[in-house]
């Protein structure tokens, strides 16, 4: 990250433009950083301006407590000033609830496209498990225990306790655990886990909602659901993808999308 922008409450934020032509942000979701999309920047800098950067409280971000959803839409508000006062929005996972969020706030965005937001609405007591995990993670983090609050959101993304025990020896552990707070921002925009319908009724501009093939089918409703709740949206599925989405699969479609 070699720029920086500072947002409405003095949070300073680390972020990278590449590319040119119309301009697109992209949001990572949880455990994330602007690196883990960096990758799908460079492939849509071939035909778009990209912009990736580092979400409040990981990576070169800074932090101001207490946090707060408005907050992370008033950084999003801060980004697409600094690179020109409008821009598309692309979020994955639950940065797809933020920026879903963003839009329907009215920010000055032309388009959004969304990866596989996790809403809970149609896995089986969804709407149970996303409460447990909202209250064992708020348990976790008050007493300071990081590394339990990493694994509870690993459980949560299905990972088995022995893959969860091997990461715990692994040396990515340390940087997990330096990153757990900003699980509770996450699982905030979140809200209860389930589809905000009038939220989502309120978003005017075009929205693209991608799901992968081979992602869970309670993956793939939500992500239909999504396209469904908005006035102008569309659903398309990726054959063959999970929700490690690759970049040379997702970068076209979504390039299409963003200067459409």
């Known amino acids: 990250m070699d720029k920086r922008t500072t947002s409405r409450d003095g949070t300073s934020l680390a972020y990278q433009v590449s590319g040119q032509g119309p301009t697109v942000v992209l949001v990572s979701g949880a455990m994330s950083t602007g690196g883990t999309v960096a ?5 849509l800098a071939e035909r778009c301006t990209a912009v990736v950067y580092d979400r409040r409280g990981r990576g070169a971000s800074g932090d101001t407590p207490p946090y707060e959803v408005a907050r992370e839409i008033e950084d999003l508000a801060a980004l697409i000033d600094a690179v020109g006062g409008e821009s598309a929005l692309f979020g994955v996972s639950s940065g797809g609830a933020l920026v879903l969020r963003a839009a329907a706030s009215g920010l000055p965005v032309g388009r959004v496209a969304v990866y596989e937001a996790p809403f809970a609405d149609f896995l089986p007591g969804g709407a149970e498990r996303e409460a447990v995990y909202k209250e064992r993670l708020t348990e976790a983090l008050d007493a300071g225990r990081r590394g339990d609050a990493v694994a509870l959101f690993l459980r949560l993304t299905g990972l088995g306790e ?6 715990r020896r692994s040396p990515m552990w340390a940087g997990m655990e330096a990153a757990a707070p900003s699980l509770a921002y996450d699982d905030a925009v979140m809200g209860d886990g389930l589809l905000p319908r009038e939220r989502l009724a309120a978003i005017s501009v075009p929205v693209l909602s991608v799901a992968g093939g081979a992602s869970p089918e309670w993956m793939r409703e939500a992500s239909r659901a999504v ?9 398309e599925v990726l054959e063959g993808q999970t929700h490690m989405v690759e970049p040379d699969v997702l970068g076209p479609v979504l390039a299409d999308f963003v200067t459409g």
């Open 39 to 43: 990758p799908l920047a460079q492939r």
């Open 162 to 167: 022995e893959m969860i025990e091997s990461a």
């Open 227 to 235: 396209a469904q709740a908005v006035p102008r949206g569309r659903h």
